[in-house]
């Protein structure tokens, strides 16, 4: 039986964060989307795009070394402020699926989603350079796919969707016909876990 919360409303990531400088180190316009849901005030700077070839066998080493190396990419850019960095990967029986490289590597992936559960890893890291206090942690999402028919998929890839996003998806936009169901936070399988983040803030401030 699930318990009646009678505790505290929590914070807003608006109220933790109060007068304090928020940099997203990010390209992605999801994340962007998602803090300004929230009615922060922030400034975007854009990591190299040569991170994104880091890959390590391990998702969570994975997203937390990138989000962490993110964050430095544009920390010497930075005065005072608190500098995020993330990354998201989606993993299907221990093999990260990244970015695809073309349409039929969109496909291809796709295709391997079909039927099955698989899991989205975000990784965070918050640099204050308030305090110099450094710290990374990470946000897991089990999603399973529908049975995808092959000229759903293709047309779905023509809409060109698929191509900048982990996994060849977005569970927010167009692709939502592909996902039966969730498992955990939906806004960590767009690419930034706000419950995580709110976390996060509250430690490091």
Do not use: W
């Not at 409303?9 to 849901?37: C, Y």
């Not at 795009?49 to 430095?72: F, G, M």
């Not at 992936?109 to 942690?137: A, C, E, F, P």
Request: charged share 25%.
């Amino acid at each position: 039986m699930t318990k009646t919360d009678q505790s505290t409303p929590k914070q807003s990531l608006k109220q933790i964060l109060g007068e304090r400088k928020l940099i997203l180190a990010s390209s992605s316009p999801r994340r962007k989307e998602i803090l300004q849901s929230e009615e922060i005030e922030f400034e975007v700077m854009h990591p190299p795009d040569s991170l994104e070839e880091t890959l390590t066998a391990d998702p969570v080493e994975h997203v937390l070394i990138l989000s962490r190396e993110k964050a430095e990419s544009v920390s010497s850019a930075v005065g005072p402020g608190l500098i995020l960095g993330a990354d998201t990967v989606v993993v299907l029986d221990g093999e990260i699926l990244g970015k695809p490289t073309d349409p039929k590597n969109a496909f291809a992936i796709l295709k391997k989603l079909s039927g099955r559960t698989h899991r989205v890893y975000t990784g965070l890291t918050l640099l204050n350079k308030y305090n110099g206090k450094t710290i990374s942690d990470y946000d897991c999402t089990e999603v399973r796919f529908n049975r995808l028919e092959e000229q759903k998929i293709t047309v779905y890839i023509a809409t060109g969707e698929p191509m900048d996003k982990a996994g060849a998806y977005g569970i927010q936009g167009m692709g939502s016909f592909l996902v039966e169901k969730i498992d955990g936070n939906l806004d960590n399988v767009i690419g930034l876990p706000t419950g995580k983040l709110r976390e996060m803030l509250a430690q490091i401030i």
